[in-house]
């Protein structure tokens, strides 16, 4: 409105300026008088115009302060029935897991799970039965506090350590202290750090399965453990870890007083000779100590498949005084450049002991037997995609893949992944202790497997992978009556972790 009432008074003033000079061009003063009298009359009435809309705008001020300090009233009864908070902003936020994080640093949640959902056909089918299964389905979190300490919990929905379905076990739960980079410390249950492909996450395996060399087994017992270990990075190109556990596996106490004893140290010389995306990794380890037979782990050593078919493998009645000795060390290596990766391990494993039976032909009923397994495998992978292997390594692992560009995304198709690996098992030193074969039963003590597979990650959090294996055996076993020297398995899993 002002500025129309500043165009108006101008208009007007433009007019009593030109007028007169007109007026005297026609000689009518009197005219002109009456027209100066008419403009000025405009003029009278637009400033009461503008005083009345002066009045209107204050009054709309006045009604606006109104409402405001009305909203400020109804914000502090709001305050005061809830309770006035004084603490720090909480930060939420979605990277590879969902995290809430105090503004100051003091503390942070993060929150992860996992499922891997399988189907898994076999042959022979008498030997294992074609299934959908939940191979892992996990959910926990790791509570970070006071800048040096960090608890994580997670539990293991799937299944428990001893197989039984629809129940929950414990996989990690331990407490970090973290202020020493060279040197954290993590006491609890976790898992002893021991060779390449049994320290990487099972969320980034190469493989469905790790290989008959390093998967749970006659050479591990159990992934989890319970005692203490001190880790770290004491320069950028050098991991190590070293162990005192129990023994006897996940979610079990020890069952006498000796301990498991080990550690690992890897270094990366691509990192050391500054080589860009490449990895050079040369580690070993070593533990000693006993399998101190629990209740639920019985006293025996047995294998399976890769694919988690076939028990080939098995001997019982170890342990003379609750306990067999073992003392494993191992070899291992990784080479990649670019989106190529050649990896590889060796380990031997000895056992010392006692086996106990009635059908032993020894003046006290005992079989004294030292005895190793040795076990290899190697692989080669290859992300057809162009990601580069380098790109995942850290601390002496391989972790996390992240596509170029992520399936959904513009123009993206996620990343492909093409491997095959070649695994060898090695117990002839217990083929006279196997059981003696009967008409459905038969063990052998060596096998080999050949895995080719397939994976496709939509994005760093999914992945479908598809793997064939191909076990032989040295001789043939039976199981069920079904008599085979061979055993063909595939493994179709969906996966999404964060």
């Known amino acids: 409105m002002i500025p129309l009432i500043k165009k108006q008074l101008l208009f007007a003033v433009a007019a009593a300026l030109v007028l007169p000079t007109l007026s005297l061009a026609d000689d009518s003063v009197t005219d002109a008088n009456a027209r100066m009298q008419q403009l000025e009359k405009m003029m009278q009435q637009m400033q009461q ?168 087994g006659s050479i591990f017992t159990s992934t989890y453990d319970r005692g203490i270990m001190v880790y770290g990075d004491p320069a950028p190109w050098l991991n190590y870890n070293a162990y005192v556990v129990n023994g006897t596996g996940q979610n079990n106490d020890d069952v006498n007083d000796s301990k498991d004893i080990g550690g690992r140290i890897n270094a990366n010389f691509a990192n050391l000779a500054d080589i860009k995306n490449a990895v050079i990794h040369v580690g070993a380890s070593a533990s000693t100590g006993n399998i101190g037979f629990s209740t639920s782990a019985g006293n025996s050593i047995s294998q399976v498949t890769e694919a988690n078919g076939a028990t080939f493998f098995s001997v019982t009645a170890l342990g003379g005084h609750n306990r067999a000795d073992r003392t494993r060390w191992g070899l291992e290596t990784a080479l990649a450049y670019g989106p190529v990766k050649f990896q590889t391990e060796y380990i031997d494993a000895n056992f010392e002991g006692k086996r106990v039976g009635t059908a032993l032909l020894t003046p006290n009923n005992t079989t004294i037997f030292d005895n190793d397994i040795k076990v290899w495998y190697a692989d080669l992978n290859w992300l057809v995609s162009g990601e580069s292997w380098s790109d995942s390594y850290k601390s002496g692992v391989f972790g996390r893949i992240r596509p170029k560009h992520n399936f959904g995304d513009k123009d993206g198709w996620g990343a492909v992944e093409l491997g095959i690996r070649y695994s060898k098992f090695d117990a002839s030193d217990f083929k006279a202790l196997l059981p003696v074969a009967t008409a459905s039963t038969a063990l052998t003590s060596e096998a080999d497997a050949w895995t080719a597979g397939a994976k496709w990650i939509l994005n760093p959090n999914a992945r479908i992978v598809l793997n064939y294996t191909h076990t032989r055996f040295d001789t043939p076993i039976t199981i069920n009556g079904k008599v085979d020297d061979n055993e063909d398995a595939l493994v179709l899993r969906a996966q999404y972790d964060f």
């Open 49 to 216: 115009q503008r005083a009345e809309q002066d009045q209107q705008l204050q009054a709309l001020s006045k009604e606006l302060m109104a409402v405001q300090d009305q909203l400020a009233q109804a914000r502090e009864g709001k305050m005061a029935e809830k309770g006035k908070s004084t603490g720090n902003p909480v930060f939420a936020a979605f990277k590879d897991g969902l995290a809430f994080e105090d503004s100051t640093g003091n503390w942070k949640l993060q929150i992860n799970g996992r499922i891997q959902a399988d189907y898994r056909t076999y042959d022979p089918t008498e030997w294992k039965n074609d299934t959908f299964s939940i191979r892992r389905g996990r959910f926990g979190g790791t509570f970070s506090f006071l800048k040096d300490f960090a608890v994580r919990v997670e539990g293991e929905y799937a299944n428990d350590n001893t197989g039984a379905k629809g129940t929950t076990a414990l996989t990690y739960g331990y407490l970090d202290y973290t202020h020493w980079s060279g040197a954290k410390i993590r006491a609890g249950q976790f898992k002893p750090f021991f060779g390449l492909e049994r320290t990487t996450s099972t969320n980034f395996t190469d493989f469905t399965e790790l290989s008959i060399a390093t998967n749970n």
